[in-house]
């Protein structure tokens, strides 16, 4: 098997498995295996052993089962496919020395509704990590700005400080084009210079976030269908 060793990542490639080892910081190196080229499946799992629920939160209809068709696999880019009854969703993986950009693209045939755990914010825009009993990660972002804007709701997360802070990126960009009939607008939301992800492992007091009843009662809110999802950063 084939080894390429960059500053993101230990890329792992043979005749049968396509493995990419992401190296998320000091604390967890996060093992995600992207593709079995023999039969064209990919299955993502994490280096603990629990299977990762990839975007899952996006499509209420299959609520994405575990195994996605290989379109396209290089050293550079993999690109995957999984269709539902009533919905598609094709997943993009670019990454490169310095950069890794996920981009997440659905079909319109039925609705994506964003959920929100009453206390994890931004929990659904990291594309790789899941929300396990042991560990809790979340986007330290500007949220109040971003939610207001795209969801037109007062929304407050004043976020503590966290445990652990295990990855740091020179720059960071989330982008998401809304369908809402209520505004049809392109959100654009650039992310400091500064941002960091946290692991979180104590008790979600530690959290303080003031969401809506709906959300208190961990059901889904903000019916925020989108079409397109990409975060990009650079290391």
């Known amino acids: 098997m084939g080894v390429m060793h960059t500053d993101l990542a230990t890329i792992e490639r043979g005749p049968s498995r396509f493995i990419v ?19 064209r499946d990919v299955l993502f799992f994490h280096e603990n052993g629990h299977n990762n629920g990839l975007w899952a939160d996006f499509c209420t209809e299959c609520q994405f089962p575990e195994t996605f068709q290989v379109l396209h696999l290089t ?15 094709t997943l993009t993986y670019d990454f490169n020395e310095f950069s890794l950009k ?7 045939r039925t609705e994506r509704t964003l959920y929100w755990h009453p206390q994890w914010n931004f929990q659904w825009a990291i594309p790789w990590l899941e929300q396990t009993t042991q560990a809790h990660y979340v986007l330290n972002v500007p949220a109040r700005k971003c939610l207001e804007q795209a ?27 809304s369908l809402n009939e209520e505004d049809g607008i392109e959100v654009n939301w650039p992310l400091s210079q500064n941002v ?10 530690s959290l303080h976030c003031r969401l809506s009843p709906a959300a208190e009662e961990g059901r889904k809110i903000a019916p925020f269908s989108v079409d397109l999802f990409e975060l990009e950063m650079t290391f």
Do not use: I
């Not at 080892?21 to 039969?39: A, F, I, P, R, S």
């Not at 996920?102 to 319109?108: C, F, I, S, Y």
């Not at 037109?152 to 084009?177: I, M, W, Y």
């Not at 960091?196 to 007091?205: K, L, N, Q, S």
């Open 21 to 39: 080892h992401l190296k998320t910081g000091h604390l967890l190196n996060w093992h995600l295996l992207l593709g079995n080229t023999q039969t």
């Open 75 to 89: 050293e550079r880019q993999c690109r995957l496919e999984k269709r539902g009854e009533r919905c598609l969703c």
């Open 102 to 108: 996920a981009r997440l693209e659905l079909d319109n």
């Open 151 to 177: 969801l037109a709701k007062q929304v407050d997360f004043p976020v503590d400080t966290l445990n652990h802070t295990f990855g740091q990126f020179k720059e960071s960009r989330v982008r998401c084009r």
């Open 196 to 205: 960091h992800f946290y692991a979180h492992t104590a008790t979600p007091e």
